[in-house]
């Protein structure tokens, strides 16, 4: 029986409370020795009769905490008197920093004690809950690396932050009213409003003031569910769905909920957890969709925000626009959101890194961000650096370095420089924080995305090697690395053959992964163009006088049709594209359900939205050979479908039947191609397999069959878990 050793314990071990949850233990079971914070590792020399019941107990960690490894080494040196935590050291950068996560329980209590010492003190926090992330600057993470720096602790919290008894021991975000991060209400000019902050704005909300909200990872921009009609309006998103923050009981109220999601909606990530209404009609100018994104307060300022609130429901949005980062600083709030909002509700600790909320749907993640990331992953791919810097849409980006990989939190659309910029920042910050030096580099096989021209730029900079991935193909990787069957269905990817795919079925294993099968290869009118305008689409799929007197009753002019004739006939400005995201755009335009996309994944998702009061049939399938390649006709299904419209169908019937009848037909080639090659499983992943209905008839057909299905649901199904998969694919790669 050992009495004595040191004990090396590796992970997630910054941040978490871990050095006083090792001191209380030693206390506990009458150890002596130190604790020290070596960045990714914590060192304890520990001596006692009650070793190893001590030893046991600090290997189970801290609820934050994520334990990669305990050693237990021989202890030299004399005994200590007492239990000493030591000063960090940066040591080791194997592990990382915890994510932002929802206020505790017992914080909350402490907000609403009254007479206590954090009565209606909104940055309250402990060393189980509160911000970690968004704050740091450095590791080890210990409050002067942090943002949290600039406010020194007062007697008050210094004794608590001393006191082996108390929850906030080390708590390196303690702070109180007497010594912290302080509020301030302003009017859009800047000007300062009179009174209690917090009060002061509740009572503008219920009013139907629209206010921006400086939050843990960046600002908001709220309303009540009234005044959601003005903010769209101001914000020039009329149509687009828009997430509420509500209590627990409004949620329960307006939406229907499974166990899952409840699990999810009260986690500590508090993600935003898009649910069905419980009446698909209800709060139409917040979502016209049958789903609502609803999130619970997560922080002491929401708490404090609705218990002087008289309304139950906030529009909770991000203040940026689609596809750029969030605004994180006052100075760029005053100059972007006069004209927007009406008031900046703010606090002044500095935000270091940005984080926008998370996103779930079904428990599959759509937004990997505050409470979900930086997401770090155990996995083996070698011993060299990778950086995979994402696709254009949605991206983020991921490091791979000793046995982990580092993926960060949501970024955006790197179409603009100030996106791009966003993501160089997120890539030297987390490179930083895990000390990488790059061996290999991964892009998107796209050669004019931004992003692959940074990843050119890493790469001659550090002299690593650089390694283009074909966009569907690390969809795939994301999701398994064991040989599959992989379909991943989403918008738009650049081919091997420079055409845009979306629709396609692998066969293999990474980064063997063969193209076997795809949607049909359909021409994209005006190229972009025909993503905004969906009716181009319609026209590139079916070029038919039926199709074109379709849209001269809607409005076309004789110059536009003869225009978009000449553009199909004669291959001008013409993509083509095998995208199943364009195929339920065109539907969507055939059964009028959206005319114009105002936002990302509108058609498809009002297409969807429709489908849900529907009826599915089962329709012939057209199958064709192209190469070595199945192809699903999709011109013989939309055919079908406008058949049947001219016949007189419920919109509502063929919406759930072009879906119901484009999965079958995924599914039937997926599971051809694996009975064919004796392969056992097929794996999904895209954008698209978000939409429940496709994603259950697929999987349904699959399983049918006897084949095992694979989803991922530690990463988006979307584009978010592309810098993920081009890191796989990199390590998998031979040199």
């Known amino acids: 029986m050992r009495t004595s050793g040191t004990i090396i314990i590796r992970g997630i071990v910054q941040g978490v409370g871990f050095r006083p949850f090792v001191y209380a233990k030693a206390r506990e079971f009458g150890i002596t020795g130190t604790v020290k914070n070596l960045g990714s590792e914590v060192e304890i020399h520990a001596s006692g009769d009650c070793f190893e019941e001590f030893l046991e107990a600090v290997s189970r960690g801290t609820p934050l905490s994520q334990i990669d490894s305990v050693d237990v080494r021989n202890l030299r040196g004399g005994q200590a008197e007492g239990f000493t935590i030591l ?69 008050a919290c210094e004794s608590e932050y001393t006191d082996p008894s108390c929850r906030r021991h080390h708590a390196q975000t303690i702070a109180c009213a007497a010594c912290g991060p302080g509020l301030a ?18 009572a503008l909300l219920d009013a139907g003031s629209i206010v921006a909200i400086r939050g843990i990872g960046g600002f908001h921009v709220a309303c009540t569910g009234e005044a959601a009609g003005i903010l769209k309006r101001r914000l020039g998103r009329t149509e687009q769905p828009l997430a509420v923050m509500a209590t627990a009981e409004e949620v329960e109220r307006i939406a229907v909920i499974s166990d899952e999601e409840r699990a999810f909606l009260h986690s500590r990530e508090r993600p935003i957890v898009v649910l069905e209404k419980r009446d698909p009609a209800s709060h139409p100018t917040i979502s016209s969709l049958h789903t609502i994104g609803c999130m619970l307060p997560y922080t002491g300022l929401h708490h404090l925000l609705f218990a002087n609130l008289a309304h139950p429901l906030l529009v909770m949005t991000s203040a940026n626009l689609p596809g750029y980062p969030m605004i994180t600083d006052l100075d760029t709030a005053l100059e972007r959101l006069p004209g927007q909002v009406d008031y900046i509700l703010t606090h002044d600790r500095r935000i270091v890194n940005r984080c926008d909320d998370s996103v779930v749907r079904d428990g599959y993640i759509i937004r990997l961000s505050r409470g979900l990331a930086p997401k770090r992953e155990a996995i083996d791919l070698g011993k060299g650096c990778i950086l995979g810097v994402g696709p254009e849409l949605n991206a983020n980006i991921s490091i791979y370095k000793g046995g982990f990989c580092i993926t960060s939190p949501h970024v955006g659309n790197v179409r603009n420089p100030q996106t791009l910029a966003y993501l160089q920042e997120t890539a030297e910050r987390l490179g930083g924080l895990t000390g990488a030096r790059y061996d290999r580099v991964v892009h998107d096989l796209h050669p004019q995305f931004l992003s692959t021209r940074y990843a050119r730029e890493v790469a001659e900079a550090v002299g690593a090697e650089l390694l283009a991935v074909q966009h569907h193909r690390a969809h795939i990787a994301a999701t398994t690395r064991e040989e599959c069957v992989g379909i991943a269905i989403d918008g738009v990817g650049y081919g091997d053959d420079a055409t845009i795919w979306g629709g396609e079925v692998f066969a293999g294993e990474v980064p063997h992964l063969d193209r076997v099968a795809h949607l049909e290869v359909v021409p994209m009118p005006g190229g972009d163009l025909a993503t905004r305008f969906p009716e181009r689409m319609l026209y590139g799929i079916l070029p038919t006088s039926g199709v074109r007197d379709l849209l001269a009753s809607r409005g076309w002019s004789d110059i536009e049709l003869a225009v978009l004739v000449r553009q199909v006939e004669r291959g001008l400005n013409v993509a083509a594209t095998s995208s199943t995201g364009r195929v339920l755009d065109a539907a969507a335009a055939l059964l009028g359900i959206c005319r114009e996309r105002t936002y990302d994944g509108e058609p498809a998702m009002k297409l969807e939205s429709s489908a849900h009061a529907g009826k599915p049939s089962a329709w012939d399938l057209e199958f064709l050979r192209e190469g070595r390649c199945e192809v699903l006709s999709t011109r013989a299904l939309l055919s079908e479908a406008y058949r049947r419209s001219v016949a007189g169908e419920r919109v509502e019937d063929l919406a759930t039947s072009i879906q119901h009848n484009l999965a079958r037909g995924v599914a039937a080639m997926a599971v051809r191609a694996a009975e064919e090659r004796g392969i056992p499983r097929v794996a999904l992943s895209g954008g698209v397999a978000y939409n429940k209905a496709i994603r259950e008839t697929i999987r349904d057909s699959v399983l049918a069959a006897g084949l095992e299905f694979v989803m991922n649901k530690d990463y988006p199904l979307g584009d978010g878990c592309i810098s993920f998969g081009q890191v796989v694919y990199g390590g998998s790669v031979e040199e």
Do not use: H, K
């Open 87 to 155: 000063e960090s050291n940066s040591g080791s950068l194997s592990g990382f920093i915890p994510t932002d996560v929802a206020i505790c329980d017992d914080c909350i209590a402490d907000i609403f004690t009254q007479g206590g010492r954090y009565e209606g003190y909104w940055a309250t926090s402990c060393v189980n809950c509160g911000p970690r992330y968004s704050i740091i600057n450095t590791i080890p993470y210990d409050r002067e690396r942090t943002s949290m720096a600039e406010f020194p602790a007062c007697p």
């Open 185 to 202: 209400l302003l009017r859009a000019d800047g000007t300062p409003v009179a009174g209690d902050p917090i009060r002061e704005a509740a």
